[in-house]
């Protein structure tokens, strides 16, 4: 069953090519909610950019769908004399792959300068710098300045934000290619669900929140602030995952995933049980295809997030395997990201309104009241 459309990959490349940087995802929150309109009742933006569509508003059951919106970048934190920038990570920055790659600097009026991320040539590092590394104190941006006086009338100045140039590509007709896939791609599986439900007439006997939430990248923020606003009752979230058989990669460490072979669901204290058996029950029923892999202590995702608050929600993750993430080119299969939205939208379907959760409801014969 394909689910994507010719003009749902045109939003994908839209969404993709627009800047979302941790803090600054405004204007690609803008951009997602006008694709989502069409499909939701209403929507919402939060004090932080947190933006959410809401169908069937009122109901008492409420289920949140969820990714997150913001992508890793940088910020301006020193200009020498000589114009050359350096910077410090917004988010989980890779320096290592700097070198060489073209960024854009954001100016706080709008619009952005060109530049590239520099490094000494082969020929130069010679003796001691013949192992140089790249690392967040000694690399630096070149917007062609002759001094910092000159970078300054650019409109440049500390605390600007900068995003590499790459832009969303196809590869082979296989694989979504790009900077940014963790996590917009959640934010376009969740909108894809939004639309499917719309457009098969599916009435789900409780309020579904679609939800991009901002500031991911920095500590789960904008979903710990999005779950005390809706106060949910089940969360599904969506987020990337490492595909393990590219090289360098030890699946002894961390699992046995591939693109490919479908989305993953995950093991790990914050998620559900019940919920995810609920998932993985409706993936053999329909049968689309998917992967597992267990988390332990915590998965670094939004998941953490939501189910530790208001006194425990009952949450789930289904990842999409990315390969090279936080680089560049990060790389998702096509049959991968249908089977995800897939495997939400037939999910949300076995959920009933007041659906109980608790392991158990009865001790010696005698019931729990339902809370």
């Not at 009742?41 to 008492?60: F, H, M, Q, S, V």
């Not at 990714?67 to 890793?72: K, L, S, W």
């Not at 040539?121 to 000694?138: E, V, Y």
């Not at 909108?191 to 006997?205: G, I, M």
Request: hydrophobic share 35%; glycine share 8%.
């Amino acid at each position: 069953m394909q689910v994507i459309t010719p003009n749902s990959e045109t939003f994908l490349r839209q969404y993709l090519n627009n800047a979302s940087p941790t803090g600054f995802e405004w204007p690609g929150q803008k951009l997602w909610l006008e694709y989502l309109k069409p499909y939701i009742d209403e929507w919402k933006l939060d004090t932080y950019g947190t933006a959410y569509g809401i169908i069937n508003p009122g109901r008492d059951f409420k289920v949140v769908i969820e990714g997150h919106a913001d992508e890793i970048s940088w910020f301006v934190n020193y200009i020498t004399e000589d114009g050359f920038i350096h910077v410090i990570r917004n988010g989980g920055s890779d320096f290592q792959i700097a070198p060489s790659m073209r960024v854009w600097v954001h100016l706080r009026k709008g619009g952005k300068v060109p530049g590239v991320f520099g490094w000494p040539a082969i020929h130069t590092r010679t003796d001691k710098d013949a192992t140089l590394a790249p690392a967040i104190d000694n690399i630096t941006i070149d917007v062609g300045a002759k001094d910092r006086e000159e970078v300054g009338k650019m409109g440049i100045h500390v605390g600007c934000v900068i995003t590499f140039q790459d832009e969303f590509t196809v590869l082979n007709d296989r694989y979504y290619v790009g900077r940014a896939l963790d996590n917009r791609i959640g934010g376009f599986c969740v909108a894809e669900v939004a639309r499917l439900l719309k457009e098969n007439k599916v009435d789900l006997p409780y309020t579904l929140y679609v939800v991009n939430s901002v500031q991911e990248e920095v500590g789960l923020r904008g979903a710990e602030m999005i779950t005390q606003t809706i106060r949910p009752d089940l969360a599904i979230v969506t987020d990337v995952t490492h595909d393990t058989h590219t090289p360098m990669v030890s699946m002894k460490k961390h699992g046995d995933v591939r693109c490919g072979n479908g989305p993953t669901v995950t093991y790990a204290p914050a998620v559900h049980q019940k919920l995810l058996d609920l998932i993985i029950g409706c993936a053999e029923e329909k049968q689309i295809p998917f992967q597992r892999e267990a988390a332990s202590r915590f998965t670094g995702t939004d998941t953490d997030a939501f189910a530790y608050s208001n006194g425990g929600v009952p949450s789930a993750l289904i990842s999409l395997p990315l390969r090279y993430m936080h680089t560049t080119v990060e790389m998702a299969h096509k049959d991968d990201v249908n089977n995800l939205i897939r495997l939400i939208y037939e999910s949300l379907q076995k959920v009933e309104n007041g659906h109980d959760f608790r392991y158990f409801k009865k001790l010696d014969g005698k019931s729990q009241p339902t809370p």
